[in-house]
């Protein structure tokens, strides 16, 4: 719905469409910085539907690929982790800014590692130990997909594990 011009190499928004009606006739109300680094909230009123939403910017830093089990690389996705936190996340009491917060977290700690390719482990790893913070059996439930769980004593190991924090 972004398009972008470019302007002294960097891409500029040029208008911003409207979900609702699809028109590019839409102002910025508000806008204010959030506590991620580098995302900027933008509150929007379309001109011709006279509905609101809200934006979230952020830069794009670099592109990263991760390195699957398989030695397959993959562009880095944010919709691809927002879906299988969704899923870990289902009919648990977590928000949906928490679960963006906690998506950009992981983003911003693999630009931190400084490196274009990343193992999907290391991926894997970071979104745990992010998860285990906001809900145990969120945790629990994406830990059984990521480490391939196979029967009820894989799942009593990481209790003990949790239950040792």
Known sequence: MLCYIEFNTQ??????KCPYCNKPTTKVIEK?????????????KCSTCSK??????????????????DQRREMFNRQ?????????????????EKLESLITEVEQQLIKIRSTDIESR????????????????????????YRNFKDVTDFEKELQEISKD
């Open 122 to 145: 290391v991926v894997g790893e970071i979104v745990m130990d992010l998860l285990k913070e906001i809900d145990e059996v969120a945790y629990i439930r994406f830990a059984s997909v």
């Open 80 to 96: 691809k982790l927002r879906l299988s936190l969704t899923k870990a996340c289902e009919k648990r009491p977590i928000k949906h």
């Open 11 to 16: 891409y500029l928004p040029l208008f911003m």
């Open 32 to 44: 204010r910085d959030t506590d991620r680094e580098n995302v900027v909230r933008r509150r929007r």
């Open 52 to 69: 609101r939403f809200t934006t979230y910017e952020r830069a794009e830093v670099l592109d990263l690929f991760i390195i699957k089990k």
